[in-house]
């Protein structure tokens, strides 16, 4: 008897965490796109297309001050030119903060780009582009943002491959404020996506589509209708997030992915910052 009382729990909290890994029935809501959102296999999968017409795009229904936030996406393969996929984190309104992964397509054969920035109270303009040590159009990759009072790391595969420290005592405005949502979307930018806007996106092999999923937000759900943060939603328990710094390895592994697959770093680009480069780019890089 105790046991099988024993096995029946066990079984409906497993099929509690399962259900709640990635539903994104539960989790999200379309912001655009008409039909060229899906949601598939029970909650597991969801896709977004974009056409001549439009892209498409969804939200979280939570907000977060502060979290982790890890998402697997399957990128369009072939031909992708002037497609942009997005996984980022945002507020609402004025002054707006935000924290943003962006996905370059580019021609047949070509690597894709990731594109990150990072915006405090409306001003971004700090890019750092990568390629990757993958195809990104063949199978899922986990990308992440952490995000946390000391600092933003962005990581994919769990490889960090950018830190944003917080440098408030340097006087650089820190996210911290302003709740964020998860946002995720596809669409068009064949003006200056691939190769500076000179390879434009091909009609004809439309619909493009990006797949989500394992949407795992793990952080500090804003409670509706107050500045206070609530309930802590997590899947696992796992609040290694709210200190997360980067050990001797991820700053190993860091420098590994700055080396190698960094394109562009407005810290390093001396012609755009001709009196001089922004604050946050002199403090200590990781
Ligand atoms: C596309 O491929 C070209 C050539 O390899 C590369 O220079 C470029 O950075 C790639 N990405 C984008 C988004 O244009």
């Not at 000391?150 to 490889?159: A, T």
């Not at 003006?191 to 793990?218: C, E, H, I, M």
């Not at 796992?238 to 697959?261: C, E, H």
Request: proline fraction near 4%; glycine fraction near 10%.
């Amino acid at each position: 008897m105790r046991s099988n009382a024993f096995l029946v729990i066990s079984i409906i909290a497993s099929f509690l965490l399962a259900a709640y890994a990635g539903n994104f029935y539960q989790d999200v809501a379309q912001t655009f796109g008409d039909q060229r959102f899906k949601i598939l296999e029970g909650g597991q999968l969801l896709t977004l297309s974009l056409d001549k017409t439009s892209g498409s795009g969804f939200q979280s229904k939570n907000e977060y001050l502060f979290g982790r936030f890890d998402m697997q996406l399957k990128l369009v393969p072939g031909n992708s030119a002037g497609t942009v996929a997005t996984f980022y984190l945002s507020s609402q309104g004025q002054g707006h903060d935000e924290i943003d992964f962006e996905f370059l397509g580019n021609s047949s054969g070509q690597p894709y780009t990731v594109h990150t920035n990072v915006y405090t109270q409306g001003k971004g303009g700090r890019e750092q582009r990568f390629s990757l040590w993958f195809d990104p159009t063949t199978s899922f990759h986990t990308y992440s943002i952490v995000w946390n009072p000391q600092r933003i790391i962005f990581l994919v595969d769990n490889i960090p491959i950018r830190v944003f420290n917080n440098q408030e005592s340097n006087g650089v405005p820190y996210p911290k404020n302003q709740a964020m949502r998860v946002y995720c979307s596809l669409w068009n930018a064949d003006d200056w996506a691939t190769q500076g806007g000179r390879v434009k996106t091909d009609w004809t092999l439309a619909p493009f589509t990006v797949s989500y999923r394992n949407l795992n937000a793990n952080g500090c759900v804003k409670v509706p209708g107050s500045s206070a943060c609530g309930s802590t939603n997590s899947l696992n328990n796992d609040q290694a997030w709210q200190t997360q710094g980067l050990d001797a390895k991820g700053r190993n592994r860091i420098r590994w992915v700055q080396q190698k697959f960094m394109i562009y770093n407005y810290c390093s680009d001396a012609a755009r910052f001709p009196q001089g480069f922004p604050t946050e780019c002199r403090g200590s890089r990781f």
